[in-house]
């Protein structure tokens, strides 16, 4: 009888175990999906000419008029209220193309608004990319 109590513990215990595992695992790996996709720059192009696309650069003001794509708003990501601001001009049913210089503060952006329920389409390699694929800016 000892022998199957025992057995009853140890059971019970490694299926306890197991299944604070699986969700520990199952709780991490939800908490590392990206919440936006990544386009080249034909795939942003493409994405960008449809009318219904909101354009988002994240660069500085400055960096913005120096040159920004086509219909682009310009909402600087290194701002503190930067999710504030995009919250209230973003709209949540479109979905937004979203870009910086090289892509890394698009995609900081993008995960942070995507988090928010956006659905978002980050630029691989920035308007640096844009510009060397000779696609057409805007200067102001």
Not at 63 to 89: C, M, P, W
């Amino acid at each position: 009888m000892l022998r199957n109590l025992s057995d009853k513990i140890d059971m019970k215990t490694i299926l306890t175990c197991l299944l604070t595992v699986l969700g520990l695992n199952t709780a991490c790996s939800q908490g590392g999906e990206k919440q936006y996709l990544d386009a080249d720059v034909n795939e942003f192009a493409e994405l960008v000419a449809d009318t219904n696309v909101v354009v988002l650069d994240v660069r500085t003001a400055s960096e913005f008029a120096e040159g920004h794509l086509e219909r682009a708003i310009n909402i600087d990501y290194h701002q503190s209220d930067f999710v504030e601001k995009a919250k209230a001009t973003l709209p949540l049913d479109k979905k937004i193309a979203v870009y910086c210089r090289s892509g890394r503060r698009s995609a900081g952006a993008a995960g942070k608004l995507g988090d928010d329920g956006y659905k978002l389409v980050n630029l691989k390699g920035g308007i640096i990319a844009w510009k060397e694929a000779d696609m057409p800016i805007i200067k102001e």
